[in-house]
Structure formats: structure tokens, C-alpha cells
């Protein structure tokens, strides 16, 4: 697979609580640079970041993250916040308590509710598989679909684990057809990234594969 192929799949991520102005403009810079499908800022900096990137750029930020345990009114809020201020896509943290204790009606209204607040604008779910049974990853394939969310995603990359090529085959199982896949956290290496392509992962959430291409130190997220 080519670079550019992968590269065009890549939501190009720095979400970490000390970053400052003058690395998210490092990272959109990377970003338009080597054609990414966005990069995904926290939502403080949507604004100056879209102005800053324009048209040149989508701009993906996070809600509830990263535990997912605000409340929905919360994350309704921030969604349209972040759109307001210029976010072209949003990446939300499901309500993971809620989940286990099976109250899946709140779950995917919860879901439903954020995506009528994007309107137009994708909508990826964060489901945090490493913290999930895969009983109930496979509810969350099934309640995604419902809400009408545009994407089920593996992780936030601030819990005890990544994405796996097995949670991607799960998905790719058990998702309804107009629902994507993100694999995000711990995507190390261009290998690893080709592999969950091969397997049906349409994005991939990573601070890393820029930093292969620019013969870096290919740490974080």
C-alpha cells in the first residue's frame, strides 16, 4: 500500500493535556503537509485552529472525553460548541457505566442526540474496547448503527490499551452497512496501520505515522 494511501486515512491526533498553541500548529501544519484526513485537536483549540487551517483541513475534536461520564446535556453542549467554533468532525466518548449496567436505551439515545447535534458533520463513537467485554462490543456495533453515528471507533488512547486487529474484525462483523471504522491508540508502525486498512478500518486515530515519515521518535499516541 502507499504512503499516501495510508497517510489519507489518518486523523493526525495531538490530544494530550499539556499541549499548547505552538504544537497543535505544528501538528496541522504536519497535517496539510503530508495530506491527512484531518487532525483531531482538543476542543479548546478548534477555533483558532480552523481559522488557521481553512478549507485546507478538516478539523476533528473530542466530547466527554476522555471518560465519557459527563452528561448527555454536557456533550450536547460541547458538540455544538465545537461545531460553532468550526469543527468539521466529532469524536465521542460513550457513557461506558451506562453500558454495563445495560441501560442500552440510554446509550443510544445519548448517541442519537450527538449526532442530530452534528447535523451534517461526521460523528465517530469512542467505545473504549479495552475497558468492554466483546459481548458488549457487539452491542455497541448494534447501537451505533441505531443512533445513525457515521463511525464506531476502538479507543480514546488515555485508558489501559489501544485498538487490536482483532476488536477491527469484530466490528467489521457485526457493524450495520452505513457505519465506518476508526482504529485509534497505539498504531505504531506503517505496517500495523496497512493491516487494520486490510481489515476494514477506513481511519486510523495516531500521532505517530507523520513521525515515521519524518524519521522521528515514533511515540505517544
Same mark, same amino acid.
Given at each position: 500500500m *502507499?504512503?499516501? $494511501?495510508?497517510? @489519507?486515512?489518518?486523523?493526525?491526533?495531538?490530544?494530550?493535556?499539556?499541549?499548547?498553541?505552538?504544537?497543535i500548529k505544528v501538528i496541522c501544519d504536519d497535517a496539510m503537509a503530508y495530506k491527512t484526513a484531518s487532525v483531531c485537536i482538543p476542543p479548546s483549540f478548534v477555533k483558532r485552529a480552523k481559522d488557521y487551517v481553512g478549507d485546507k483541513m478538516a478539523v476533528c475534536t473530542v466530547i466527554g472525553?476522555?471518560?465519557?461520564?459527563?452528561?448527555?446535556?454536557? /456533550?450536547?453542549?460541547?458538540? /455544538?460548541? #465545537?461545531?460553532?467554533?468550526?469543527?468539521?468532525? %466529532?469524536?465521542?466518548? %460513550?457513557?461506558? =457505566? #451506562?453500558?454495563?449496567? /445495560? $441501560?442500552?436505551?440510554?446509550?443510544? $439515545?445519548? %448517541? *442519537?442526540?450527538i449526532k442530530q447535534a452534528c447535523g451534517d458533520k461526521i460523528l465517530k463513537v469512542i467505545i473504549e474496547t479495552c475497558l468492554l467485554t466483546e459481548e458488549e462490543k457487539v452491542k455497541m456495533c448494534e447501537l451505533v448503527t441505531n443512533a445513525g453515528a457515521d463511525f464506531i471507533k476502538t479507543s480514546t488512547g488515555f485508558s489501559t490499551a489501544g485498538a487490536t486487529f482483532d476488536d477491527i474484525k469484530l466490528f467489521s462483523e457485526h457493524i450495520g452497512?452505513?457505519?465506518?471504522? /476508526? #482504529?485509534?491508540?497505539?498504531?505504531?508502525?506503517?505496517? $500495523?496501520?496497512? @493491516?487494520?486498512?486490510?481489515? =476494514? #478500518?477506513?481511519?486510523?486515530?495516531?500521532?505517530?505515522?507523520i513521525k515515521l515519515m519524518k524519521n522521528e521518535e515514533a511515540k505517544g499516541y
Amino acid at each position: 500500500m *502507499r504512503e499516501e $494511501d495510508i497517510l @489519507k486515512t489518518v486523523d493526525h491526533t495531538l490530544l494530550l493535556q499539556g499541549s499548547t498553541w505552538e504544537q497543535i500548529k505544528v501538528i496541522c501544519d504536519d497535517a496539510m503537509a503530508y495530506k491527512t484526513a484531518s487532525v483531531c485537536i482538543p476542543p479548546s483549540f478548534v477555533k483558532r485552529a480552523k481559522d488557521y487551517v481553512g478549507d485546507k483541513m478538516a478539523v476533528c475534536t473530542v466530547i466527554g472525553f476522555p471518560n465519557g461520564y459527563n452528561t448527555t446535556e454536557v /456533550k450536547v453542549f460541547e458538540t /455544538k460548541n #465545537a461545531i460553532e467554533n468550526g469543527a468539521d468532525e %466529532i469524536d465521542m466518548v %460513550i457513557n461506558i =457505566g #451506562a453500558l454495563k449496567d /445495560k $441501560d442500552y436505551a440510554f446509550v443510544e $439515545d445519548e %448517541i *442519537r442526540q450527538i449526532k442530530q447535534a452534528c447535523g451534517d458533520k461526521i460523528l465517530k463513537v469512542i467505545i473504549e474496547t479495552c475497558l468492554l467485554t466483546e459481548e458488549e462490543k457487539v452491542k455497541m456495533c448494534e447501537l451505533v448503527t441505531n443512533a445513525g453515528a457515521d463511525f464506531i471507533k476502538t479507543s480514546t488512547g488515555f485508558s489501559t490499551a489501544g485498538a487490536t486487529f482483532d476488536d477491527i474484525k469484530l466490528f467489521s462483523e457485526h457493524i450495520g452497512e452505513n457505519v465506518k471504522m /476508526k #482504529a485509534a491508540g497505539g498504531i505504531s508502525s506503517l505496517d $500495523d496501520a496497512e @493491516k487494520f486498512i486490510e481489515l =476494514g #478500518a477506513s481511519r486510523l486515530g495516531t500521532s505517530r505515522i507523520i513521525k515515521l515519515m519524518k524519521n522521528e521518535e515514533a511515540k505517544g499516541y
